[in-house]
């Protein structure tokens, strides 16, 4: 009895997602909208932003209908194919993955439409046998290093703290040599999980005249223990997202994640417009934002009048983070 | 429809030789092997760090095959004899394999879009003739499974699964046996692993995450129904190789199926999982039974 | 007849307990015998049998089996030329695998030829396993799994047969016929068997030399002349 009913559910299981499909051909004599697929590989603010940015910039520059497909595959991979097949099957005409996993996935499966990649950073030859432009949002740990300078230049010592992750370890590398350039020992100091932040808090060579935090999940998300340590010594915590200065760094010099949107739809606009993407340059961003924390650069007794005058001097935007809720960054 | 199982069919196609060293390790075996999370990690990885050295495909699977049976061959030797249970001993190697994985690759992801790869050469002449070179492959894995599962050796491994100790009082050595099983299943999942990154163009340090759960609840969903209806015992094997098919191919179609009605994956997920346990319960039911 | 095995000094301990589960065990086995033991739970019966098929190892003594201390040999050399029967089918046959299953792995461990017909070989034994050889051994009943260790077990004749009370979850009836075709076999077949049961009658009736242990230690020797003028009342004061 108990098989019988376990079929039954299983049949009309099928028949319910075979006759599912009937839906997407519902109306053939309106103008057909111009559709795009996006494609969230997890869910994030940050991927939120970036999928606000390219399609309200995207609405508003083009004058035709628009019809956003918005994939969120909740970090399966299985999913995220299946959901680039199925946007296949519905004649999608362009396709915006974001990060640089989705963008390779769809990139080996899609081949006769275009493919904008936000976020996302390949070799320039992967580009060549599918229609792909890319956005790149990677900031160099030297521009980092620069802007401190600049706005410290008497500082001589920094610590950055940073993850075992293997994205991190040539940025430091390039971290420590920028600061060579301007005379900032950058002193190194690894975690490999987020309890050995705390420990290497208490443990900062008492001479370190700030700590540096780049792009780097682990730490970020142990950001306020770093924040802590800053404002007992009075030097600055730096890092280079929105997000970490929302949970207590001072300020970072960063990429707002809309504006990624924003580059992705002029992208996207070059090629509706009958550009082919595999011509378009990589983008990279050049639009920097200086996020600041009001709150914690008193606290870590920092002068923010510095920081502003530098990022007038490099014509970056300043952005008070301040009071804004922890990944509501509108 | 036709696009439904299309999607449906290539999916499973990348996923049958898991599917396979699922159903030996589970079915034959019985032990649920997670090692399988990583040795599928490290296939794809060890492929694809060695086409971008420049290897060739050929030789690059093969050692990527190999890879996945050394890491068995570790989870067999884990278990030191039986002492230590296979699950705990799965999980152990799958632990240890992040960081080899991260080793091999030396970074978290590895793209092939513009690599050679076994199947990149059909790709271009035209999709179709790109699957069939899929197909190609994977069914050669599927011919050699099944000829071990009607040899000698695939009747020791499913004696083994089924009584350890009187295999061990009968005088067959039961340490190579488990090595052999364990090297098996995840030779094939390294296969699998390494197919897969061709298909979507990389290899990532996370794509193995629940590999196993999915494997295992397809070939539980795909025996439920198949085997109430294999009265010949002779026939067993292959009747297990068909539930493994028709377990992943339903699994991938279902999930299809279900996106198509646009339901937040959220509940997607929850929907798919009830469904698993559902046919799990029954599926258990029988075999307290009997 | 001569000495086919022979059990010197035999101590079996176990940490917990005080008392050793063997004690200093002496005792000859002769080629074709069929030896019963015969004890209380407790005596030490089972853990002789264990002993030599290598489930237990001794803390102290020798086995020797034709010159060859068994105790020092892997276990895989041992199941060369010990089988052992137990009273539950999992210990002796793959219950997830076919008749036919069962026989290919005795007989491709002997590395000998097969035999020309399971079917036929199997008629021997009484029961009707012929018609089943691709059914599943978990669904014979517990007299057709027994018959049919016992028939695997003889296929490729054993050193030593060890019967570990292979009876005794059976109904009376069927462990009646059970008993008696295995002592035809034995008999047939020229078998060196050592056999425990709790059944007396049995131990008269198809015992060639009764061992009888207690507390560990051997309590009594019968020899075959003595037997035949035991009664079962008598078998059973002298024994426990």
Redesign the interface.
Known sequence: M??IF?YL?LIS??L???C??K??TANNNAPKPIQIGIIIPIEHPAMDEITRGFEETLTADLKQPIEFQVM????????Q???I??LQ?KGIDLYAPIA??PT??T???IHDRPIVGLAAL??E??R???QLALVDDEITPTQIIQFIHAIYPTKTQLTLVYSN???MAPQVEEAIAAGKTVGIQVDKRMITALPDLYSIAQSLSPQTQGILVLKDVLVVSGIATLSQTASQKHIPLISADDGSVQNGSGFALGVKEYQIGVEGAKVAEQILQGTPAATIPTVKMTKLSVFINTKALTAQGQDLAAIEKEAAKDNYAIVDVTNQPVGDLK | MIALLLATLTQSLTLIPLALGINLSYTLLRATDMTIDGSFVLGAGVFAQLVTMGISPILAFLVALSCGAIAGAFTAFLQNGGKVDPLLAGILTSFILYSVNMAVMGRPNINLLSTPTLFSGAFAHSTTLGWFSVALVVGLLVVAFYILLQSRLGLCLRAFGDNPALLSRQGYNVTYLRVTGFSLNNLLAAASGAITAQIIGYADIGMGVGMTLIGIGAIVLGQHLILPFIKKHYLRAGSELLAAFIGIALYFFILNGLLRFNINPIYLKLLLGVLLALFLRTATRKVSLS | MSPLLQFEHITLRHPSLERPILDNINYTVQKGDCVVVLGANGSGKSSLLKLLDGRYRANDGKIILKNKNILSLSSQKRAHCIHTLTQSAKDNLFLDLTISENYQLIQKRNKADAIDSLADYLQAFNVNLATKLDVLVARLSGGEQQALALALAVLYPPEILLLDEHTSALDPKTAEHLMALTARIIHERHITALLTTHNVNHALAYGDRILALKEGCVHDCIERSDKQNLTAEMLMARCY
């Open positions: 108990k098989r376990t559910s299981l099928l319910l997602t075979a599912g499909n839906q997407t969120r595959a909740q970090g399966d991979v299985n999913l194919r299946s959901m097949l199925q099957n640089t996993q390779e996935m990139a080996a499966m390949l070799p030859s992967t060549a046998k599918s992750n293997d994205k």
